[in-house]
């Protein structure tokens, strides 16, 4: 068997792992979490709409029968030896160095907050578990600093619970909303544990672009400003951050000098991603013709990087917000490479399994089947290939299925189609009923759904737990 080294348990490794064939390959799994986490949900998760465990599965779980998972973070590559090193996330400070014949390279993206002065030291992110908890128990901190008696100046209690979120994309809209959702329940007249602060809290959300959801249609766009405008969220388009503090933001709108001082009591980034170290280790083994945008890693249409020598070419597989895969727009006179989101990730970490459980020869340009000597059977598998006319893989090819977005008070945005084919545009309670039935059903097994299910229902009976544990 062909040993297999995935780097990542995000959207295109967990797909990749969850298809993978053990019977042919060898499957060595390195990253520094041992699960997979349903991003889409981690702004529900940040104010107590569902628990953190509905939404992660164990690696292990999600094939029983890989070789091996190793919890560690992947430091350095040797691409002409094929093999890695992974440091030791458990604390020991050992370097382990691990072979492979196919590297499936799906390590995800870090928060580009690095390009705001403090940003990185003063913001919160939302891309693993642990940001989602780490922010719900600075809410609730927040919370419970403002209610102490001897809070009494108003500014400081208002600035207290003020959030800033960054960012006018799916998270950053879905977290305001959820924001706003949750403030509500909690600072409600009738039963809310901090009703004294009612007036106290609030939202602000600041785009650079003229437009939230810019990958949205203008109707839907227009739809998501008005829904959070009458919820209360101070929405700040076209406006950038210009530094970051412990307990203030500075901002300005675009085309002006004017800088606003904001006191502020938590800030959120939610506008962009980078690449991680790894990324760049990569990248500089490579040829130039690998280097993407925003530090990506340029694929062809199997999913493959360019290597410098042709006896490496094929071992490499760069899937996920990693992989600078470029398609021809109808909008565009250039190719642009496919967005970086959970639903392209997922589409590519199976496509690669399909292609390695085939055993296609990487190496080839379309990959093929290898030829058969004269002492090898022909398995049923290859025979149903040959028979298919799939002796040559097909190209990567991403079914867009469309757009959703939780804008709050149990509303939603859905923008569905099929490829580059509009079918409809939803917003309002039917969307949302769509929304959850998406989300219900993309859930990475039966138990996440039951669990799911569960919390949606306990939220709505009982609302959302503040315990701060």
């Known amino acids: 068997r062909k040993t297999v080294v995935v780097l990542g348990t995000g959207w295109a490794a967990h797909a990749f792992i969850k298809l993978a064939s053990t019977y042919d390959l ?22 107590g709409t569902v628990e953190y465990r509905s939404m992660t599965e164990p690696i292990r779980v999600t094939n029983p029968y890989i070789d091996n998972f190793v919890e560690g973070r992947a430091i350095g590559v040797d691409v002409e030896e094929s093999t890695i090193k992974r440091d030791d996330s458990m604390g020991a400070g050992t370097v382990i160095e691990l072979s492979y014949d196919y590297l499936v390279c799906a390590v995800g993206t870090a928060s580009r907050s690095s390009i705001v002065p403090g940003a990185k030291e003063h913001c919160f992110n939302l891309k693993t578990s642990q940001d989602s908890k780490r922010l719900r128990t600075a809410i609730g901190e927040a919370l419970e600093y403002a209610s102490r008696p001897d809070v009494q100046d108003l500014e400081e209690r208002k600035r207290r619970v003020r959030i800033a979120v960054v960012g006018g994309g799916p998270t950053g809209v879905e977290l305001s909303g959820e924001l706003m959702d949750f403030f509500a329940q909690v600072c409600s007249l009738n039963d809310g544990a901090y009703q004294h602060l009612r007036d106290d809290v609030s939202v602000m959300l600041i785009h650079g672009g003229s437009d939230l959801l810019p990958a949205m249609d203008v109707d839907l766009r227009e739809r998501a400003l008005e829904a959070l405008y009458n919820q209360g969220v101070e929405v700040r388009l076209n406006t950038r951050l210009q530094e970051v503090g412990r307990d203030y933001i500075k901002i300005c709108e675009k085309g002006s000098d004017d800088v606003e001082f904001i006191p502020v009591g938590l ?20 040829p130039e013709s690998a280097a993407g945008s925003a530090g990506r890693i340029h694929v062809d249409r199997w999913l493959r990087c360019p290597t410098r020598s042709q006896d490496t070419f094929g071992s490499i597989m760069v899937l996920g917000d990693v992989a600078c895969y470029e398609t021809e727009s109808k909008y565009e006179t250039e190719p642009e490479p496919l967005p970086q989101t959970a639903q392209v990730a997922g589409q590519q970490g199976a496509f690669a399994a399909r ?13 093929r089947l290898p030829e058969l000597t004269s002492s090898e059977a022909s398995s049923l598998l290859r025979v149903w290939l040959v028979t298919r006319g799939l002796e040559e893989a097909p190209g990567f090819n991403f079914l867009s299925l469309g757009l959703l977005a939780y804008i709050g008070k149990e509303e939603a945005l859905n923008q569905v189609m099929v490829g580059n084919v509009p079918i409809f545009n939803y917003s309002g309670k039917i969307a949302f009923a769509l929304w959850r039935s998406v989300y219900l059903a993309k859930q990475a097994s039966s138990r996440n759904q039951a669990l799911i299910a569960f919390d949606w229902a306990r939220t709505q009976s009982f609302g959302r737990d503040i315990t701060r544990l």
Not at 27 to 43: E, G, K, Q, W
Not at 355 to 367: A, E, I, K, V
């Open 26 to 47: 060898r499957i060595v799994v390195v990253s520094p979490v041992n699960h997979f986490v349903f991003t889409p949900m981690l702004a529900s998760a940040a104010v």
């Open 355 to 367: 292609m390695l459980n085939r055993g296609y020869d990487m190496r080839q340009t379309p990959p």
């Open 267 to 286: 800030t959120v980034w939610a506008a962009g991603n980078a690449p991680v170290p790894f990324v760049k280790e990569l990248l500089s083994q490579l």
